[in-house]
């Protein structure tokens, strides 16, 4: 049985008040369904930005003051009295989509996540891909114009901010990337969306081809606010990556899309405790 409630967050909200509202939802869950505590397996979490899954830190993640490497799962557990395992937003979904959704069956898999910001993870054998130090690759922060827009992060030209800047009025409404333009898509009447989706699908491509001559993945999946934006995303740049492709990498992968659920999320992240209790 699956507890589930979506709570905007305040503008401003910092680390510790981010830690704090999910010790609360915790709480209020375990009430709601009438569990003993001491039964409970675990919290699995799903942090924003890069993760540290060895020192379960949130190692940075620009856009809430205070995740600099904080170590929310020491945190959690001194609150909830429960063991907590902790990957990225990202990393979750990607490891639900792969087992729970048909992917598996297909070999490694790459997703792309475009929600508030962008993300990417790696899934090969049902386990997610880690850096040599042991935390979440940052696939929003890859390079792919030089000189493209400063981004949150510093630097300038990531994935992330060009994407952002395409769509700056959703985005200070709080919604998700491209979340406007699926109306517009699906009424025949989207010439301007689908420009829109154009030009982001350039950006992406070169991220795609990165993470392709980086782990050779046999599929493609691209995660966004609704299933006509993803499939629109997909099919773009699977085209762009067909037309501009190298020499090395000269068979495609399959190209996959989805909208964002975020019940599918709870899944992976109670994978996560699973995973950890059974080793």
Do not use: W
């Not at 992330?160 to 709080?174: K, V």
């Not at 009447?189 to 980086?214: K, M, N, S």
């Not at 190298?246 to 659920?261: C, I, K």
Request: hydrophobic share 45%; charged share 20%; aromatic share 6%.
């Amino acid at each position: 049985e699956l507890s589930s409630r979506i709570l905007p967050l305040a503008k401003g909200t910092d680390a510790e008040g981010v830690c704090a509202l999910i010790g609360d939802l915790a709480d209020a869950a375990i009430a709601e369904l009438g569990l003993e505590r001491g039964k409970v397996l675990g919290l699995g979490l799903g942090a924003p930005g890069q993760v540290n899954v060895r020192t379960r830190t949130v190692t940075f993640y620009p856009r809430t003051p205070g995740f600099v490497d904080f170590p929310i799962a020491s945190r959690l557990e001194r609150r909830l009295g429960l063991p907590v395992t902790v990957h990225n937003n990202c990393s979750v979904i990607a490891l639900s989509e792969f087992r729970y959704r048909g992917l598996a069956a297909g070999g490694p898999m790459f997703m792309f996540l475009l929600r508030s910001g962008v993300n990417g993870a790696f899934v090969d054998a049902g386990r997610i891909h880690l850096t040599s130090e042991g935390a979440t690759i940052e696939t929003g922060h890859l390079p792919v114009d030089v000189d493209g827009p400063a981004c949150s992060c510093g630097a300038k030209g990531c994935l992330e901010a060009c994407l952002a800047a395409l769509d700056p009025q959703n985005l200070d409404e709080g919604g998700s990337l491209f979340e406007s333009l699926g109306p517009a898509l699906g009424s025949g009447h989207g010439e301007q969306a689908e420009e829109i989706l154009g030009r982001a699908a350039i950006h992406l491509a070169q991220a795609v081809r990165i993470a392709c001559g980086l782990f050779s993945p046999r599929s493609v999946l691209f995660v966004a606010a609704s299933s006509v934006v993803a499939e629109t995303l997909a099919a773009r740049v699977r085209d762009v990556v067909a037309r501009d492709g190298s020499g090395f990498g000269r068979t495609l992968p399959e190209f996959h899309a989805r909208a964002y659920d975020p019940v599918l999320a709870q899944r992976g992240a109670a994978a996560l405790v699973l995973d950890a209790f059974l080793g």
